[in-house]
């Protein structure tokens, strides 16, 4: 905070004071010493020099001057305490002490003005270093914002608005305010209007800016590669303009904010794209897994359709019982796959998401091997839960899918008949699922893109079977959509190890354990 300059005279004139006493006290003392006043001139113009160090401006390096040449008439010239600038020589050395004293203090001064404005310098380069090394590292358009206002409202100590759009079309200014009767102000129709007219114009508008009309503000407009990011007002009491040095660190504030939205638009506008691209990647994930799923099992309906047209005089009822039997199973697998295949499709897209409930993990979990162990019955299937009573929220149709096709999965394409073991665990955060085999693992090659959506080897058709289950692309989708992760990997002693984590968080498992305490 700045002092008043009445009080900053008070303390320059204490402080000139207080090296002149000390000043004309040790000339006495050298007089005294050594009984002529030769060394008394070079005194007092030290003590000039040092006045004019410690105070502002050019009168009291002046003042001193003076004082001093009085001092030394004064005191230490014959007959002393008097006033007497006639006699001879005098006249000459009191001019050359004044003149002597006057340059030095003027070049102190002078001086000291050059220390301050490189200092100046200094620290508006640092200040703007700082806000370009921020702005590069800083994220988003709602930071970017308000550390330009933060930065404006320091350098300039006044209320400052940004519009990122017209306020004509209805955008509301972020305001950083001093005073809540400049928000009032800043608000008013007239300053709205000459914001827009910065967006129209690109060109800044308000106090002495040659916009025609009485304003409160400046406008300046963030313009960079000739396109406009946004205005920036800042309210100036009694429609004072900040000065030269002020204006030209704003321009220079305003132009590296301009390039930081620039910036910042152009990596929104990248991550869109990013996120099309990867949509319409999922999209033909999704086609491949569908493709790949649906083939076999009709394939098997119209062949087992086809035998029962053309050969049904040949059949026994017994061959005709199995052969409608297959149909009704897979067109039953087929209903609960599409149901699937649509309730996965509204998740990617974004119109909704799994609906999930507080679900016993070892009804869920018992369910989903009672109907692998009917698909393959001679699959030796272990599973290892943990003992508590666990209630996590999912969508339990959806999670028994992962699960049957993780298992299926590791059933098929494990290479031989070793079992298959579904181990849980319960963290404090997360419930963990670890679908094990002990076969031959997942080629290194595609690990990475297991999730994809592609047949689990190059080679393999998916002619042969049902493919795998809705596919493992699938069920990465529908695991992300519960708020988890899914993951696989190969173990050291061999087979493939697929992991899933479904969040615990919103689960009932304590308020169930409350009242039913026995459980």
Known sequence: MKKPHYIKCIYDCLKTLFILAPATLISFIFVKITNNNINVAIIYILAVILISRITDGYFWGIISSLAGVISMNYYFIYPFFSFDFTRNGYPITSIGMFSISLITSTTTIHLKELVKQANERNEKNSKLNEINNKLLTMNGLKNIIELALEYVWELTGSTVVFYEKSPQTGNTGIIKSCNPIHDRLINSHHEQFMAHWVFENKKPAGIDMGFPGYSSCIYLPLLSHDNIWGVIGIYRTAQIQPDKNTISSLNLIISQVAMAIEGQHLSDNQQLIIIETEKEKMRANLLRAVSHDLRTPLTGMIGASETLLKNKKYLSEEAQNKLIEDIYEDSDWLLHMVENLLSVTRI???????????????????????????????????????????????????????????????IKYSGNNSPVTLLITKGEEYITFHVMDEGKGIQMSRIESIFDGCSQTENHSSDSSKGLGIGLSICKTIINSHGGNISARNQNNGGAVFTFTLPLEGSLTNEYKSLHPDC
Not at 348 to 362: A, H, I, Q, Y
């Open 348 to 410: 990617r897209e974004g119109n909704s998401s799994v609906n999930k409930t507080p679900e016993p993990l070892e009804e869920v979990v018992t369910e989903a091997i009672t109907r692998i162990r009917k698909r393959y019955p001679h699959a030796d299937i272990q599973a290892k839960i943990p003992e508590d009573f666990i209630m996590v929220p999912m969508d339990a149709t959806l999670i028994e899918q992962v699960i049957i096709n993780l298992m299926e999965n590791a």
